[in-house]
């Protein structure tokens, strides 16, 4: 167990997921700080932040270059004059919609360089649920059997966000999008792109799983049909109880995920009532 000398550092999950305290995410950190939010970041795959304020969207990317380097995203509109940033919200109107982000995903894994991860922060929240949960993909890796572990170690998967923002979007014509979000799925969305099925941390040197419901389409070489069992089945190993972490917001949360180890989603059971959060998405590099 890590000792931490400039937080406190508090658990959550079973194996992920940990509450920091003693920290202003608005003010600059000292460098032992710094330092060990990285180090606690990197152990727990995601953290988390009470009572901040980063109303600010200039404070929000300070707070995030603690972490890495803010990145535009495609398709989902920014915020006006941050490209780096996307407001994410369901309104109350918003009746019988589908919430962004609430099927099991690793963010833009549909991109040759997926996201680092992200820094999310919450504006406003529902009286009671919108809760966001994330599964351990290294522990779903570890606790493969030998034989399957060799096998997926030399496969690679096709990915793409033709589901979300291509051709076959559920958000075409504005269906499934809140009023206040705006998504421009467009044939750029139908790319394939090639990840490791198995990817090894660039920073932990731990391997974890590289696969997610949203974006997966199939394994290389495999069609669709012959991929979906064994895809099905590492999806729902994922996501057993003990790898999932289940994070409550208030308003002046953060959360900031290690999107190279973790899938995540967003909870969909607070209709007619009023959720947003502000995300700052941070640059990633090609999964080995
Ligand atoms: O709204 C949430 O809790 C998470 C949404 C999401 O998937 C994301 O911000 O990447
Ligand atoms: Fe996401």
Same mark, same amino acid.
Request: charged letters at 25%; proline letters at 5%; hydrophobic letters at 35%.
């Given at each position: 167990?890590?000792?931490?000398?400039?937080?406190? &550092?508090? =658990? +959550?999950? @079973?194996?992920?997921?940990?509450?920091?305290? /003693?920290?202003?995410?608005?003010?600059?950190?000292?460098?032992?700080?710094?330092?060990? &939010?990285?180090?606690?970041? +990197?152990?727990?795959?995601?953290?988390?932040?009470?009572?901040?304020?980063?109303?600010?969207?200039?404070?929000?990317?300070?707070?995030?270059?603690?972490?890495?380097? $803010?990145?535009?995203?495609?398709?989902?509109?920014?915020?006006? @004059?941050?490209?780096?940033?996307?407001?994410?919200?369901?309104?109350?109107?918003?009746?019988?919609?589908?919430?962004? /982000?609430?099927?099991?995903?690793?963010?833009?894994?549909?991109?040759?360089? $997926?996201?680092?991860?992200?820094?999310?922060?919450?504006?406003?929240?529902?009286?009671?649920?919108?809760?966001?949960?994330?599964?351990? +993909?290294?522990?779903?890796?570890?606790?493969?059997?030998?034989?399957?572990?060799?096998?997926?170690? @030399?496969?690679?998967?096709?990915?793409?966000?033709?589901?979300?923002? /291509?051709?076959?979007?559920?958000?075409? /014509?504005?269906?499934?999008?809140?009023?206040?979000?705006?998504?421009?799925?467009?044939?750029?969305?139908?790319? +394939?792109?090639?990840?490791?099925?198995?990817?090894?941390?660039? %920073?932990?040197?731990?391997?974890?799983?590289?696969?997610?419901? !949203?974006?997966?389409?199939?394994?290389?070489?495999?069609?669709?049909?012959?991929?979906? =069992?064994?895809?099905?089945?590492?999806?729902?190993?994922?996501?057993?109880?003990?790898?999932? *972490?289940?994070?409550?917001? %208030?308003?002046?949360?953060?959360?900031?995920?290690? !999107?190279? *180890?973790?899938?995540?989603?967003?909870?969909?059971?607070?209709?007619?009532?009023?959720?947003?959060?502000?995300?700052?998405?941070?640059?990633?590099?090609? =999964?080995?």
């Amino acid at each position: 167990m890590t000792s931490y000398d400039t937080i406190a &550092v508090e =658990p +959550l999950g @079973g194996s992920i997921g940990a509450v920091i305290r /003693g920290v202003d995410l608005g003010a600059p950190l000292s460098n032992a700080q710094a330092a060990e &939010v990285h180090a606690a970041f +990197l152990a727990n795959s995601v953290v988390f932040f009470r009572d901040q304020d980063l109303d600010d969207p200039e404070r929000q990317k300070r707070a995030a270059r603690l972490f890495g380097e $803010p990145v535009a995203i495609p398709f989902v509109k920014s915020l006006d @004059g941050h490209p780096e940033i996307i407001d994410i919200v369901k309104e109350a109107e918003d009746v019988g919609k589908y919430n962004f /982000g609430g099927n099991w995903h690793t963010d833009t894994s549909f991109l040759e360089t $997926p996201a680092m991860g992200s820094l999310l922060y919450a504006l406003d929240v529902p009286p009671r649920g919108g809760d966001t949960l994330f599964a351990d +993909l290294y522990a779903a890796y570890e606790t493969l059997s030998d034989g399957l572990k060799r096998s997926l170690e @030399g496969m690679t998967a096709l990915h793409s966000g033709i589901r979300s923002y /291509g051709s076959q979007s559920k958000f075409q /014509g504005g269906r499934n999008t809140s009023v206040s979000m705006a998504i421009d799925a467009n044939e750029e969305g139908d790319k +394939l792109i090639e990840h490791p099925v198995v990817r090894t941390h660039p %920073e932990t040197g731990r391997k974890g799983l590289f696969v997610n419901p !949203n974006y997966t389409i199939r394994f290389r070489d495999w069609s669709e049909a012959e991929s979906k =069992p064994l895809l099905d089945f590492l999806y729902a190993h994922a996501i057993r109880d003990e790898f999932v *972490c289940r994070f409550r917001w %208030e308003r002046g949360s953060v959360a900031v995920w290690d !999107n190279r *180890c973790l899938m995540h989603r967003a909870v969909n059971d607070y209709e007619g009532h009023r959720r947003h959060m502000r995300r700052v998405t941070l640059q990633g590099d090609r =999964p080995h």
